[in-house]
């Protein structure tokens, strides 16, 4: 269907052929894709598929001030602009995780959220799984840094206290006191490692936003997590996530109410 083109929505200086230009001229660089001969087919695929087509590193890879990745073939991890959340690292020991994640968007107590969800939901859903396989051995073979060492919690005692209640009050009733969720419902958060991700901004945001894993053949009809934006302020989501942060075992920073007003006033409501 014929449909008349949307005038664009950029901002001035954003809006010139000018600006773009110099940008480009900065940070754009032509480019083939040049296969290495010393890696098997396979690899390769995977390589073209995750920095050519995939478009991967446009998130797992950081941005400078204007907005240019840095090392997009990297995909160290970056925080998403405007959106603020957290696209990790990839590749090292997670890689056996990636084709069932990247096919139905859950896979054992690993689920994706938020952006990552609308890549499985329009894309890599729909990917072969000679494909999915291929981006898989590719990621594989990229050094993941490691996951900070635990940190100390800096945590008052009565603000764990709080975060327990919280807890207590909004999330058992899924998620379960021992925080071990319900299978093929509710993830657990007890041993997840999402749970002790640094930055922590995407806890920030499913609490915030809720959380809505995508909807695909291997789990049709995912159940949904309510956005708490409005019931709890900055610091009972401080606190409560700082409690999942350093209960049933775990020991990561905790996270300040400065963080989420800084991470909140992204969310569109
Ligand atoms: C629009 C931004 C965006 C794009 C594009 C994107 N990702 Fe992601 N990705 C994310 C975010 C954000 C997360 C964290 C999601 C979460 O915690 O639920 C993530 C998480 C992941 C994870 C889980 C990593 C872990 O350790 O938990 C994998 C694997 C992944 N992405 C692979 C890919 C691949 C492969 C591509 C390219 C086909 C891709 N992503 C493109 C934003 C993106
Ligand atoms: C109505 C049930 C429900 C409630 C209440 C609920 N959650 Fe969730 N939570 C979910 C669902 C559903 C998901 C998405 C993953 C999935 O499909 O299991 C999720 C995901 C999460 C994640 C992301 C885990 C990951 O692996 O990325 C965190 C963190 C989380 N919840 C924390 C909380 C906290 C903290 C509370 C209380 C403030 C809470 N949840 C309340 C159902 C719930």
Redesign the pocket.
């Known amino acids: 269907m014929a449909k008349p083109n949307r005038p664009h929505e950029l901002r001035f200086p954003y809006d010139t052929r000018l600006a773009l230009a110099a940008w480009r001229a900065l940070y754009f660089r032509p480019g083939r894709f040049a296969a290495q001969p010393q890696q098997p087919a396979e690899w390769n695929r995977g390589a073209y ?2 920095q050519a087509l ?3 590193g ?3 890879a950081e941005r400078n001030a204007l907005g240019a990745t840095r090392d997009a073939a990297g995909l160290a991890g970056g925080l ?1 602009p405007l959106q603020n ?6 590749g090292g020991e ?1 890689a056996e ?2 084709t069932p ?2 096919q139905a968007g859950v896979a054992g107590s ?10 499985v939901l329009h ?2 859903q729909h990917l072969s799984s000679a494909d999915l396989l291929a ?1 898989a051995r590719y ?1 594989q073979s990229l050094q993941r840094p490691a996951m900070p060492a635990a940190a100390e919690p800096s945590l008052a005692p009565p603000r764990l206290e709080r975060g327990a209640k919280v807890y207590e009050a909004q999330c058992t009733r899924c998620h379960g006191a021992d925080g071990r969720g319900v299978a093929r419902a509710y993830v657990p958060l007890a041993g997840n ?2 749970v002790l ?1 640094e930055p922590p901004a ?1 806890l920030v945001q499913v609490v915030l936003g809720g959380a809505f894993a995508p909807s695909t053949a291997g789990n049709p009809q995912p159940f949904g997590m309510p956005p708490f934006a409005v019931e709890l302020g900055d610091e009972d989501i401080a606190a409560v996530l700082s409690y999942i942060r350093n209960a049933w075992g775990h020991r990561a920073a905790a996270v300040q109410p400065l963080d989420v007003q800084r991470w909140r006033s992204s969310v569109r409501p």
């Open positions: 598929l995750v995939g478009h991967c446009a998130c797992h998403i959340w957290y696209a990790p690292a990839l997670r995780l990636v994640l990247l690993a689920v994706l959220l938020g952006p990552m969800a609308e890549v894309s890599t981006m990621l490692r999402a991700q995407n």
